[in-house]
C-alpha cells in the first residue's frame, strides 16, 4: 500500500527541507520518531491529530485535547482512518507511545 504522510497530502512544506520549513518552522508529525509506523507513516505523518503544535488553516495548533475537534473534520485524517481499517490506530493509543508531555498542566 502507498501511504501519504500530512505534509505530502496538505502540501504544507513543513516537513525537513521542505519549501516552507525555514519561513514557518518544521511540523512536530515530520520528525516525532516515536510514532514513525504508526499508520504506516514516517514519524508522526499519519498520526499527526494526537501531536502538539501541527498547523491547520494557517495556523499553529495546540495540544491534543484543544485541537482533536478539528481534526475529526480533517479530510486527511478521515482518508487515514478508511485506509487503515480495520487496523486504524486509535488517537488513545498513539498517546501512549508519546507520553505525558501531550497533556500540559497548565
Known amino acids: 500500500m502507498?501511504?501519504?504522510?500530512?505534509?505530502?497530502?496538505k502540501n504544507c512544506g513543513r516537513q525537513p527541507g521542505g519549501a516552507k520549513a525555514a519561513e514557518l518552522g518544521i511540523c512536530p508529525a515530520s520528525?516525532?520518531?516515536?510514532?514513525?509506523?504508526?499508520?504506516?507513516?514516517?514519524n508522526g505523518g499519519r498520526a499527526c491529530w494526537a501531536i502538539s503544535g501541527t498547523m491547520c488553516g494557517?495556523?499553529?495548533q495546540g495540544t491534543y485535547a484543544a485541537k482533536i475537534g478539528n481534526c475529526l473534520n480533517c479530510e486527511f485524517y478521515q482518508r487515514v482512518q478508511r485506509e487503515e481499517k480495520p487496523r486504524f490506530e486509535t488517537s488513545a493509543k498513539i498517546l501512549e507511545?508519546?507520553?505525558?508531555?501531550?497533556?500540559?498542566?497548565?
Not at 2 to 9: A, P, R, S
Not at 31 to 37: F, H, L, N, Q
Open 31 to 42: 520528525t516525532e520518531a516515536r510514532t514513525d509506523g504508526v499508520n504506516h507513516g514516517t
Open 97 to 106: 507511545r508519546l507520553g505525558k508531555d501531550q497533556f500540559p498542566l497548565e
Open 2 to 9: 502507498t501511504t501519504q504522510n500530512c505534509w505530502e497530502f
Open 58 to 60: 494557517g495556523r499553529v
